[in-house]
């Protein structure tokens, strides 16, 4: 394997972990407007509260990472997605601001407000990134140079928005289960009672999609006829995962239904990975503008070297984030620290 | 407005509102682990209860700082495109390396600090908060380093990409080679290679050696500089705050210990950073010179250059309004800038003679030759200007981080007399409180001295965004049009804005509220507010 894969996989790596972590403190955004009381919403804000912050940095360092391994993916995909990418930095600072700033104050007006602003940009932020993954899924009009020559318009095409919509369906399920793991008593079995929409949302709209993917994605038919295998092993593992979900629910174990939801994001970047490999954005306009993982990379020197640091520090990071995890395994308990 | 002026106004809006909060926690954060230790060593809750309140204060301020944080590390990609294919091989490396070893250590821990009060045990809390602390010193290298290497470029050189057949046959990265296979070699280009926007698609800086880009010849004491400055920031918002609370009477007890902290940290910050300043600005005038002329407004080349004080540089102008040079109506101290540039203050007549290179000569003729090979020597004078940063600009920012550095270190050397002596806590005589009110405004003085600092760095590189390699002008976006940027830096404007508003009101609030708001804080400072609260160890340490 050489080093240009092993970069595809570790931004793979990164990206994914953003969508397994963030996925759920994004999701449980909007499924606060269906609390009713301070209380409950609190609970959800101080659920997500210890870790929020932490699961964002994976979204910072894999654009980071990005930018290192593959500057002129990073280039090509940030400025030809512009007003996206700042229609999401504005929602990802909302969201920041709305979670420091409504436990400020006692006022019903002031938080609600800041309840408002949350859930509007945890959904916003969902809905921008999988519109994002859509295009690129699908590629975007890229000329010889790599440069991006189409109008937000190219960008809100039917793939695009089912993707997008299929992520933030994705999303809330994903919060829904994570903050059944947090809950107990009345609360959790409301949150009970919503799975039974989540979740089969998810569903329905994960057919969808892979559905789309195949009958239409103009990227697909290579990829099944270089890796056919591959992509059918991740894609019967998707399929099992998911599913896994409901049984899982109905069997209480909410644990397992969560991990079951983890891993379904997990085999759903598999499948983006393995559906583009070797490419990153394949363009639609002519076939020399598609940045692959060799024509869009740094030099093999920087890569070596980055692969050395990401070596060492990466499973430092993973060990004490998961130490920091289990400090705040368990339900919430509100206390004077909490927002 | 063209799209490069708008790109940089709105990085230069973002980074700077960025740049408000960051330096705030890592000087907190230190003052946060001094805080800890006591409450350990100590086993005074009134540290308890002090290390609660500046915590919450810390949370605040980075919740703002990462907020603002997540534009600066997609901009390079948004706004400046060509500069991120240009330099991505060097460039992202820090940024990726300040992803892993920075960013996921100081908010992992931030959980702990901020939430984990009853969770772990209080060494696993200072445990934590040294790993925040220390999350957020790295942060500052990884940028540093990143930003140095754009002031003093180095450890890379220029390639040219281009499409190699199997017969080992070179075409250009453009050519159609039809059916033929080829392979993407990069060929080294000479180091005085001259990158002009239209090679931008085939041309960029490829790294030969990390060490070296690294650790380029300014950035240990830009890396001191800044940390520096963070340490005094950080300490003078303590200061500050409890300057106030001693005014009003209030938390006396927690005022008067936080000061003690704040003004050890920060004479400690004040002294280095008279030396790392001093080396920074040696580093500028050997590796920077033209941006070292310019902020000295210094125009003439010659032994005996005289270091600028205040007042005005502004720009001559001919007839046409073409600048041609500089009127300089500010008050200068002769021969001074030849000796701090020598370093050689033992020998003041033989420092006295080093001669400082003024803007007439730079940037030199040799590189505008370069550049243009075809122009003539009259013609190369006159181009010789476009090569200048803003000198009116850089020439106030740098000289007024300057004044208020100086100010600041006075300050604090008095107030740590005054400290000592215990004539500080004494409100009641007029002077202490004059003293006491300057104190108060000092959280704001730094940070004006910083964000001058900056700009003087950052408005000192230009016009190149890469020293004297690349300018700024070809490095933005290609397609990226001026509405969008427009449109953008609107939206942040008014969300910086609103942001602002929002920080501010809840800072009022915190520190109204002071560490006996929680009632945690309220109970201890009953107790102790009456009686002597300091042991005297910390009471010696902050005398001395």
């Known amino acids: 394997m050489d080093l240009n894969t092993i970069w595809f996989l570790l931004i793979c790596v990164l990206f994914g972990g953003y969508a397994v972590l963030d996925g759920f403190d994004l999701g449980a955004g909007p499924l606060l407007l269906f609390t009713k009381g301070d209380h409950d919403r609190r609970v959800i804000l101080n659920a997500i509260g210890p870790v929020w912050n932490g699961n964002e940095v994976w979204l910072v360092t894999g654009g980071g990472a990005l930018f290192a391994a593959f500057p002129n993916v990073y280039a090509t995909v940030f400025s030809g997605l512009y007003d996206a990418f700042m229609l999401l930095l504005a929602a990802l600072i909302f969201r920041a601001a709305a979670i420091e700033f409504r436990s400020q104050r006692p006022e019903a007006g002031w938080r609600s407000a800041w309840d408002g602003a949350f859930a509007g940009s945890s959904l916003l932020s969902a809905l921008l990134i999988g519109v994002a993954i859509g295009n690129i899924a699908w590629g975007l009009p890229l000329d010889r140079g790599h440069e991006f020559r189409g109008t937000l318009l190219t960008l809100l095409h039917p793939y695009a928005l089912l993707v997008g919509c299929t992520t933030v369906a994705l999303f809330l399920m994903h919060g829904n289960l994570y903050l059944l793991l947090k809950t107990d008593g009345p609360m959790q079995a409301t949150l009970m009672r919503w799975t039974r929409i989540t979740v089969p949302s998810y569903l329905v709209l994960f057919v969808a999609t892979n559905a789309a993917t195949i009958l239409f994605n103009p990227n697909i038919a290579a990829a099944i006829s270089r890796r056919l295998w591959l992509l059918g092993a991740i894609f019967a593992t998707s399929i099992a995962v998911t599913l896994n979900i409901v049984r899982e629910l109905r069997r209480r174990r909410e644990r397992r239904a969560f991990l079951c939801s983890a891993l379904s994001i997990v085999t759903l970047m598999g499948l983006f990975a393995a559906g583009v490999y070797p490419n990153l954005v394949s363009s639609t306009l002519d076939p020399a503008g598609t940045l692959t993982i060799y024509n869009g990379a740094a030099t093999q020197k920087s890569l070596q070297f980055m692969f050395w640091v990401a070596m060492i520090g990466v499973p430092i990071v993973l060990l004490y984030s998961t130490a920091i995890y289990y400090t705040f395994r368990g339900k919430v308990i509100l206390t004077d620290e909490s927002y | ?544």
């Open chain 2, 1 to 544: 407005m063209t799209i490069d002026t708008l790109s940089r106004m709105q990085f230069g809006m973002t980074a700077s509102f960025h740049f408000l909060f960051p330096p705030m926690t890592i000087g907190l954060g230190v003052m946060l682990v001094i805080m800890q230790t006591l409450r350990i060593t100590t086993g005074n809750p009134l540290y308890l209860s002090m290390a609660r309140f500046w915590t919450k204060v810390f949370g605040l301020i980075f919740a703002i700082g990462v907020a603002t944080g997540i534009p600066l590390e997609f901009q390079f990609g948004t706004n400046w495109a060509r500069y991120a294919r240009f330099v991505g091989d060097i460039f992202g490396s820090p940024l990726a390396i300040e992803g892993i070893y920075a960013f996921f250590l100081e908010s992992g821990f931030l959980a702990l600090l901020l939430f984990g009060w009853n969770k772990v045990g209080p060494r696993m809390h200072l445990f934590a908060t040294c790993m925040v602390a220390l999350g957020a010193h790295f942060s500052a290298i990884w940028i540093l380093v990143a930003n140095s290497w754009m002031q003093t470029p180095s450890g890379y050189h220029l390639a040219q990409q281009v499409k190699e057949t199997a017969s080992g046959e070179r075409f250009p990265l453009s050519a159609d080679l039809g059916e033929v296979a080829w392979t993407l070699r990069e060929v080294p280009l000479p180091a005085d290679t001259v990158v002009r926007p239209e090679d931008l698609a085939h041309v960029r800086a490829v790294i030969d050696s990390f060490s070296e880009a690294i650790l380029n010849p300014s950035t240990l004491q830009r890396l001191a500089h800044t940390v520096f400055a963070c340490w005094m920031t950080g300490a003078f918002l303590v200061i500050g705050i409890s300057a106030w609370w001693l005014l009003r009477g209030r938390e006396t007890a927690q005022a008067k210990a936080s000061m003690k902290i704040g003004l050890t940290v920060a004479m400690i910050a004040c002294l280095l950073q008279m030396i790392a300043g001093d080396a920074t600005a040696r580093g500028v005038a050997i590796h920077q010179p033209t941006k070292f002329a310019a902020i000295e407004g210094l125009m003439r080349s010659g032994p005996d250059a005289s270091l600028g004080l205040f007042g005005a540089v502004t720009w001559k102008r001919d007839a046409d309004g073409t600048i041609v040079g500089v009127n300089d109506r500010s008050v200068r101290v002769p021969g001074l800038l030849s000796v701090l540039v020598s370093g050689d203050f033992l020998h003041p007549e033989r420092a006295r003679a080093t001669v400082v290179k003024g803007l007439e000569e730079l940037p030199t003729d040799e590189l505008l030759r370069r550049r243009h090979p075809t122009l003539s020597d009259a013609e190369i004078a006159s181009i010789r200007p476009s090569y200048w940063p803003s000198v009116p600009v850089v020439f106030q920012t740098y000289h007024l981080m300057i004044a208020i550095g100086v100010a600041l270190t006075g300050l604090v050397c008095v107030s740590v007399v005054a400290c000592s002596r215990g004539w500080l806590w004494n409100t009641a005589v007029r002077p202490v409180q004059w003293l006491l009110w300057l104190l108060v405004i000092t959280p704001i003085l730094s940070q004006i001295a910083t964000q001058c600092g900056w700009f003087t760095a950052e408005f000192g590189r230009q016009p190149w965004i890469v020293y004297e390699v690349l300018r700024t002008e070809h490095a933005v976006s290609a397609v990226v049009r001026p509405s969008q940027v427009m449109s953008s830096i609107a939206m942040f404007f008014v969300i910086y804005a609103l942001l602002t508003v929002l920080f501010v009101q809840s800072l009022r609030r915190m520190v109204r509220g002071g560490p006996s708001a929680s009632g945690h804080g309220a109970a201890v400072s009953a107790a102790t507010d009456d009686a002597p609260i300091l042991s005297r160890r910390t009471g010696g340490k902050a005398g001395g």
